[in-house]
């Protein structure tokens, strides 16, 4: 809509008579690229950061800038004698629609570039912008006199009785709210001191532009063309801005600015130096400007003069842009000296990476520390949020994304972890950059080695802590379900009995010995069922018989009631601390229990071995298996997990679709407690087949008891 509104206008202008020449010089031309301009990066802005202000206030300016140049274009054709309807109309609004732009183009310099206000501190500024507009926008409503000179309508507001005093307040609000446009600009120079990272290449990108378009305005207001200047300026603050929102990572303004300045010093040393011979030296000489020995003769001393001076200005240049840099033996000895601080090692590992940055001239710096087998990023200089995932593979050192240069800090053969640098655009990694690296690598391994021991400190911590919280989870539902099995269960049939007893103190009561007679032998069979109920809720606390007969005798008659057929490989397995046994012994059950709901599984192996200082246990079932990389990890398995590294232990779980799985145990014995051969899961047997109560068909289900079953 503002491109339609400003080509409109345009084309009223030129159809009342103006000349393209007269159009440009009108400023109108600058009306028509502003308005462009301003639309069309509001469009942008607003379609990829919706939810930056700064696209909205672009559309509202291209907007102001559209309104004003059609106004301005329909009013022309109001001659004397040759009105057209509504001219007057659109006069009076171009005298003064224009004026709420100061107020907008002050708010982009102060939310530039994220949107908000630098600090609280520039609430009175926003406050005095608004002010300042609001009254010159009021006093132009009312103004008597028409903005635009050559039309002949009235205004049909104005204020002819006050018009020296409007005319007073309109010159004091107006050049209150141009000025306003100072401190906001100076806002950009106090976020720029402030910024790091990506934020201060957008300030700098910004100011630079609009620094550029400032002193060409100027220089052309000077030159004698300012409708060239306002043609210009605008639409160049525009693209900056959009450029410095939206996709100022790709642009890396500080290379610009310094190849510039190199270009340019090099530049005025070489015609410096050219003058010098020609016209000095032919002077003194006496030799002809136009002699080709003096021609050679500068050429040559260019050529000489050339490469030093060529290093000595890209040096200031880059120190200028991007600070001063520290040279290899200062980074080197200032680290020296901060090894000795009794600081944490994320402070030293901080100072590392900003050191190597100000040595190397680099643009990122990073720590990635080993942690287990995984390279964890630690601290990265400046302290921006890493584009690259923040843990890899130990083995991916050199595939660690943006990294130029990747130094590995070593203690022998073993990886303590790796710095990292990348380099500005345009730049490459020198035998310095390196040397340095190594050097600062070299220092870094005790304060690499000190900050894993802390990280691993910490992720225990954080390890026991969720431990902690599972086990508490686990025991609050176990108690629940405690509860709800005896409530369903025993307390229902207690409650039975107490009712049949009334029954049957009824019944005495009442003489009739035979029902009697019949309701007791019921009250015999419920107390053998309620007795039952009580002993398998017992048993699901701790079996009885892994008290008195250990934890191999368990196993054997938990897998004869198992659905599956089991094979038992026990040989060699004494009797074992009880907290061992339990762990182990409930460890059986949540793998029976699974799969016996999942696995499908025909076929189930159990091995327990014990030696070495430790006892072994491995259920393996021929299940269907499944994805560990996207299965869910249920809350049996964890607790299990816990329950056995609580003993210092290990729970292992190995599986694949199709092809079963594997549940391995193990637990470190006391140093008392015998087994000096190490673990040997041997091949397993199969358990009896006929237990004490089968179910019908069960069975059938179970390997015959005589001779072993090879493992499959």
Known sequence: MTTTVAVAGAGLAVAAGESPAAFARSFNLGSLSAALAFGTVGVVVAMRRPDHPIGRLFLALGAIFGFTLACAG??????????????????????????????????????????????????????????ATTMATVTHLLLPTPFLTGTSFTNPLGWESAGEALATVDDLALSGAILALLPAAASLLVRLRRATGYERTQLRFFCLTSTAAMVGYVALGWAGV?????????????????????????????VVVSRTLVVTVLA??????????????????????????????????????????????????????????????????????????????????????????????????????????????????????PAAPAEIPDSGTDSIPAADLVQRVSDGDELLGVLTLSKRRGDTVTAGDAELAASLAGQAGLVLRNARLAAELQDSLAALHSSRQRLVTAHDEERRRLERDLHDGVQ????????????????????????????????????????????????????????????????????????????????GVERLPSEIEAALYFCLLEALQNITKHAAARRVEVRLAQGDGEVALEVRDDGVGFDMTTAPRGAGLSNLRDRIEALGGT??????????????????????????????????????????????????????????????
């Open 226 to 254: 300012p409708w060239l200047a306002f043609a210009l300026a605008w639409p160049t603050i525009a693209l900056a801005a959009g450029v410095g929102i939206v996709r100022h990572r790709l642009f890396d303004i500080d």
């Open 651 to 712: 729970l292992t779980v190995d599986s694949a679709v199709a092809a079963g799985t594997a549940m391995t145990a193990r637990v470190p014995l006391p140093a008392t407690q015998p087994g000096a051969a190490p673990p040997r899961l041997i091949p397993p047997r199969p358990v009896t087949a006929t237990p004490a109560a089968p179910p019908p068909g069960t069975a059938a289900r179970h390997a015959p008891a005589d001779g072993p079953s090879p493992p499959r």
């Open 492 to 571: 229902q049939h207690l409650l039975g009995l107490k009712a049949k007893l009334g029954a049957v103190q009824a019944l005495v009561e009442q003489g009739r010995s035979d029902e009697v007679r019949a309701v007791v032998r019921g009250l015999h069979d419920d107390t053998d069922t309620a007795i039952s109920e009580l002993r398998d809720v017992a048993r699901g606390i701790y079996p009885p018989l892994l008290a008195e007969r250990g934890l191999v005798a368990a196993i054997r008659a938990r897998a004869r009631s198992a659905p599956m057929t089991v094979h038992l490989a026990t040989a």
């Open 268 to 385: 005025a040393f070489l015609a410096l130096v050219y003058l010098a011979v020609v016209v000095g030296v032919g002077t003194l000489v006496g030799v002809r400007r136009d002699s080709p020995l003096l021609a050679i003769a500068a050429t040559a001393a260019a050529a000489m003069a050339f490469q030093p001076v060529r290093a000595r200005v890209r040096s200031a240049a880059d120190r200028l842009v991007y600070g001063r840099r520290v040279s290899p033996y200062e980074a080197l000895a200032r680290f020296s000296e901060h090894l000795h601080d009794p600081v944490p090692a994320t402070e030293l590992l901080g100072e590392l990476v900003r050191l190597l940055a100000e040595g190397t001239g680099a643009e990122r710096t990073e720590t990635w520390l080993r942690v287990g087998d995984r390279l964890r990023m630690t601290v990265a200089w400046p302290s921006d949020p």
């Open 74 to 131: 329909y009013a022309l054709q109001s001659h004397p004698g040759a009105a057209h309807p509504g001219a007057g109309l659109a006069g009076w609004l171009l005298n003064w629609v224009w004026v709420p732009g100061y107020a907008l183009m002050a708010s982009v310099l102060l939310l530039f570039p994220d949107g908000s206000l630098p600090s609280r501190r520039w609430r009175p500024l926003v406050w005095v912008i608004v002010a």
